[in-house]
């Protein structure tokens, strides 16, 4: 799964940032009305981080692989 290809990862990193905006503007705006809505709010924002940081994950391990198995220059 942490494995995929940059795509995919790149994708739900999107989609998880664009989930926590909207969390963010939820709580901005929505919060004011009745606890319940702040913490509904909240649970969009964490929920959204989760997704956008499990995409990044996959981002970084994909290029720390793509160092890692990089040849050296040749020697002189």
Not at 5 to 21: E, H, N, P
Request: cysteine-free; glycine content about 6%.
């Amino acid at each position: 799964m942490l494995t995929q290809d940059l795509l995919k990862s790149w994708q739900r990193f999107k989609i998880g940032l664009a989930i926590f905006v909207v969390g963010v503007l939820l709580l901005f705006t929505l919060s004011e009305f009745h606890i319940a809505l702040r913490y509904l709010s909240l649970l969009v924002l964490f929920l959204g981080f989760a997704i956008a940081m499990l995409g990044y994950w996959g981002i970084f391990i994909q290029r720390f692989s793509f160092i890692k198995n990089k040849k050296p220059p040749p020697k002189f």
